[in-house]
């Protein structure tokens, strides 16, 4: 009932920001937490970051912290990925993902998710 349609494939340079993006259909986009989580080559699935239904409340992993930010617009339905002085191990796929409850850290958590997005970040 809900897809999750993610911003493109992009390659950057390090140090480097972009912003990801991702449209949710289906129901009310309001009725969502979201998360962003991400996926490097032979390494498990990580949390980035969450924000609740109204973006009143966030939570960042320690590793992003102050370069990252998440962000909504439930006008638009998309949910957001800031991401500032990239690096080369910021390499992965990233994926959004959304949960009909409260913010969560756990991919486990969430019942929705977009297919991923390749983010490679060059020297």
């Known amino acids: 009932q809900v897809q999750l349609v993610a911003s493109g494939v992009v390659s950057v340079q390090a140090g480097a920001s972009l912003r990801l993006s991702c449209a949710v259909s289906g129901r009310t986009f309001s009725c969502y937490s979201m998360g962003w989580f991400r996926q490097a080559p032979g390494k498990e699935r990580d949390f980035v970051a969450t924000i609740s239904m109204r973006g009143g409340s966030t939570e960042y992993a320690d590793v992003v912290k102050g370069r990252f930010t998440i962000s909504r617009d439930n006008a638009r339905n998309t949910v957001y990925l800031q991401m500032n002085s990239l690096k080369p191990e910021n390499t992965a796929v990233y994926y959004c993902?959304?949960?009909?409850?409260?913010?969560?850290?756990?991919?486990?958590?969430?019942?929705?998710w977009g297919q991923g997005t390749q983010v490679t970040i060059s020297l």
């Open positions: 993902a959304a949960r009909a409850r409260i913010i969560a850290t756990m991919a486990v958590s969430y019942d929705y």
